[in-house]
């Protein structure tokens, strides 16, 4: 079997915490309306693991695991006009969006912040630490992931 790919996932933890994915157990990742970050999250496969990061509060970072465990799921709140993820121009014999299913693995004991991340990683290794980096999904390096499994 190969090795499993990583990715990191940020969700602002009043929208959807990594708390709440551990009461669900699992959810689609849904609400994704990036070209670029949807087009990471169709190079994901089932058993990749997934850094879940908190955005937009303080401090931020990654706070715990989860796993792709579906692909290709034709996102259902670009249909929905009652979505604030609603797209006019989606329409179900061509949808534009689509997203992956996640299992939550762990919360970690502790968040391991971005400023923390930004001393253990420069933006090559890790690019949530780019600055003005503003994708909610990114790959992440195999090397760095296997750091990131030790300190969290």
């Known amino acids: 079997m190969t090795e499993p790919n990583y990715w990191l996932m940020k969700s602002e933890p009043d929208a959807y915490s990594i708390d709440t994915l551990k009461n669900d157990g699992v959810t689609l990742w849904d609400g994704i309306r990036n070209y670029q970050a949807r ?3 169709r190079k994901m496969n089932k058993g990749d693991k997934v ?3 908190h955005s937009n509060c303080k401090p931020p970072g990654i706070v715990g695991l ?3 465990i579906d692909l290709n799921i034709v ?4 249909f929905d006009q009652d979505s604030k993820y609603f797209d006019p121009k989606s329409k179900p014999d061509n949808p534009r969006w689509d997203c992956v299913k996640v299992e939550y693995k762990f919360k970690s004991d502790k968040i391991l912040s971005l400023p923390e991340l930004k001393i253990l990683f420069n933006e090559d290794e890790l690019l949530v630490v ?3 980096n503003r994708l909610s999904i990114l790959p992440v390096r195999n090397d760095t ?3 990131l499994l030790e300190k969290i």
């Open 66 to 68: 989860m796993e792709v």
């Open 51 to 53: 850094f879940f990061y």
């Open 145 to 147: 992931a296997k750091i």
């Open 130 to 132: 780019k600055k003005g």
């Open 75 to 78: 996102d259902p709140t670009q």
């Open 39 to 41: 087009n990471f999250m």
